[in-house]
């Protein structure tokens, strides 16, 4: 098998598990707090990076960092998984997964318009038409259709959705600058921001909920923990390492969204709105005219121009 089709199977893999994590969010969400859920993810999804670090023979990288790294690794990790899934879980609390999940689509786009100040990058007019499609995306989804009235359906939760992306895109300007390994950097955060996760769940919601938990809630905060925090994250990395043209798998990315939908009818019984099709669709579309600029640029660097 060539290395371009083991990245387009690694990409698929990623793509398929995080087209399920919307619904298990909302499945952990229906009887534990966010924080709660994000205390059972965060330790399911030390336990496995620890794993995978072992079985890949990479776990003594882990301990052979320098005194700034692993203050690095504490800073970076409250803001992921600390304050990135907290905000992003409370946002899910509030919103139908059908507009929560779309919306938090759209940090790839904050992401171009925050490398502007922060690394430097120009802003081009395809950078600002693909933020207008993106975002009346947002308007459709999040006022359900009613875009004449702006009546949002739960400004506090939308609020939520758009600030995780904020986060998220921040925390990847950061991570620009990491030197670490890219698992070994990821357990490492999680592994700080843990401590920190447990006493405020400690504090704020208490503990006992593990014992009054359903299972299937407790199973899908640890398959969030398990697979969209730890697993896809390598699957996605071994995806761009073989990949012999990234943009190709880079595209599987935009099935995510509509497979998604698929779960969120059928496992948790949302009935899809017509605005969350509407306003996907223009999401998606905006977010492929910002990428067709980054592959233009891409492309110009390995001509030389």
């Not at 301990?63 to 899910?92: E, H």
């Not at 401590?195 to 899908?220: M, R």
Request: glycine share 8%; hydrophobic share 55%; proline share 3%.
């Amino acid at each position: 098998m060539t290395n371009q089709k083991q990245a387009m199977l690694y990409g698929l893999g990623t793509v398929l598990l995080w087209s399920t994590v919307a619904t298990a969010f909302k499945l952990s969400l229906r009887e534990m707090a966010p924080l709660q859920m994000l205390l059972v993810a965060s330790s399911a999804s030390v336990l496995v990076m620890a794993l995978i670090l072992m079985l890949q023979g990479r776990w003594h990288l882990a301990f052979s960092l320098s005194r700034k790294q692993y203050a690095q690794s504490f800073g970076m990790g409250l803001i992921n998984p600390c304050l990135y899934y907290l905000v992003l879980f409370g946002a899910f609390d509030r919103l139908p997964a059908q507009e929560a999940q779309p919306l938090n689509y759209t940090w790839a786009l904050v992401l171009a318009y925050l490398s502007v100040p922060f690394l430097g990058q120009r802003l081009r007019k395809l950078d600002i038409l693909a933020g207008l499609v993106c975002y009346a995306g947002v308007v459709v989804i999040a006022t359900r259709g009613a875009i004449s009235t702006l009546g949002f359906s739960d400004p506090v939760g939308v609020s939520l959705a758009l600030g995780s992306t904020v986060i998220w895109a921040s925390y990847w300007i950061i991570a620009t600058r990491d030197t670490r390994d890219p698992v070994v950097g990821l357990f490492l955060n999680f592994l700080f921001g843990l401590p920190v996760i447990f006493l405020i769940c400690w504090w704020a919601e208490g503990l006992s909920f593990v014992y009054v938990t359903s299972g299937t809630s407790l199973v899908a905060a640890v398959y969030v923990g398990v697979f969209e925090m730890g697993v896809a994250f390598v699957l996605w990395s071994y995806a761009m390492k073989k990949a012999e043209n990234t943009s190709k798998v880079s595209n599987l990315i935009f099935i995510s969204p509509f497979l998604s939908l698929v779960f969120i009818h059928f496992i948790l019984g949302e009935q899809i709105l017509p605005s969350t099709y509407i306003g996907l669709v223009l999401i998606v579309a905006g977010l492929w005219l910002q990428q067709k600029k980054v592959k233009a640029r891409e492309e110009a660097l390995a001509h030389g121009g």
